[in-house]
């Protein structure tokens, strides 16, 4: 059974460009969060997503954004590249979102770096 | 607003001692507290969690101390070993629902041999 997969695992980009990147959750899971995590840092909520909609936001610009799909399968973009925006981004996924469970699963995550 | 402090933020141990990580939450209507271990290239790794109705738990050679009225949390991790070298992030949730993890700093934590 595979765990959370996020693709690319490490990306390159320049200032002002845009980057999509990608994950698919556990198994039997619906609800996908993303995390942005600076290093040295722990990592900071970006957004959850469940039934394809954006449920909860942290605090983070709209030039973040993203997507869930039927298969649950989601997808974060972020548009005008900052140099701020180098981190670790991870993805997390857990199953039933109305329901008692609690434990995410975290992919190993994509590491951006914007020169 | 940090939200959950944690420290310290790192941690030198000899092999077969005891490691002790502290954090403290602010939010009251947390009620569900992982930690996290995070190796490097690696994503975080669910260890061991606890909600608050029970003052400690125990798996194999780490403990989770729960203190409610002082809105603060430890993890002992007991007979230290270098693969224990790892980033230890403590946590706090509220469950079900629009539920987000918020994570503290991080403890580096070295065991020396």
């Known amino acids: 059974d595979a765990g959370v997969t996020q693709s690319p695992t490490h990306l390159i980009k320049t200032r002002g460009q845009q980057v999509t990147l990608r994950c698919s959750p556990k198994?039997?899971?619906?609800?996908v969060s993303w995390y942005q995590q600076a290093l040295g840092q722990g990592p900071q909520f970006i957004f959850q997503?469940?039934?394809?909609?954006?449920?909860q936001r942290g605090n983070f610009p709209d030039r973040f954004s993203g997507h869930q799909f039927p298969n649950y399968s989601s997808e974060l973009n972020v548009n005008a590249l900052l140099l701020g925006d180098s981190a670790l981004y991870l993805c997390?996924?857990?199953?039933?979102?109305?329901?008692?469970?609690?434990?995410?699963?975290f992919g190993q995550g994509t590491r951006l770096t914007v020169v | 607003q940090q939200q959950v402090k944690q420290s310290p933020q790192s941690l030198i141990v000899q092999k077969g001692g005891i490691s002790i990580i502290n954090c403290a939450y602010e939010?009251?209507?947390?009620?569900?507290f992982p930690w996290y271990q995070q190796f490097p290239g690696k994503g975080p790794a669910l260890l061991i969690a606890?909600?608050?109705?029970?003052s400690e738990k125990k798996e194999g050679r780490f403990t989770i101390s729960f203190n409610k009225s002082a809105k603060q949390f430890s993890l002992h991790i007991m007979d230290s070993q270098p693969g224990d070298s790892a980033t230890y992030f403590c946590?706090?949730?509220?469950?079900?629902?629009?539920?987000?993890?918020?994570f503290g700093i991080g403890t580096k934590l070295q065991v020396i041999p």
């Open positions: 997390a996924s857990r199953f039933g979102f109305r329901g008692s469970s609690t434990e995410a699963f």
């Open positions: 198994s039997g899971h619906d609800t």
């Open positions: 997503y469940y039934e394809e909609e954006e449920r």
């Open positions: 939010n009251t209507a947390f009620d569900y």
């Open positions: 606890i909600r608050p109705d029970v």
């Open positions: 946590a706090a949730s509220r469950a079900g629902g629009y539920q987000k993890v918020t």
